[in-house]
């Protein structure tokens, strides 16, 4: 038997009220472990921007690119 249906069948015999609350913490659950999956790690980031501008290797250019600077 899955979790799910393990679950359902616990909560179903519960009264309506249980039923809500499960229902409540279950929705918070799943907003906190969306919240986690949206976060990105900052070296992915910089590695999606690094596609945005062309660059391949920012160790090449180093000092350009920590200032802030792009290529022409």
Do not use: C, W
């Not at 501008?53 to 000092?63: N, V, Y």
């Amino acid at each position: 038997m899955s979790i799910v249906e393990t679950i359902q069948q616990k909560v179903i015999q519960l009264p309506l009220q249980a039923q809500n609350e499960v229902l409540e913490i279950v929705e918070k659950i799943e907003e906190r472990y969306q919240n986690e999956i949206k976060r990105e790690h900052p070296l992915t980031k910089i590695a999606k921007m690094a596609k945005d501008i062309g660059a391949t290797d920012f160790a090449e250019k180093h000092d350009f690119y920590a200032n802030g600077k792009l290529e022409d």
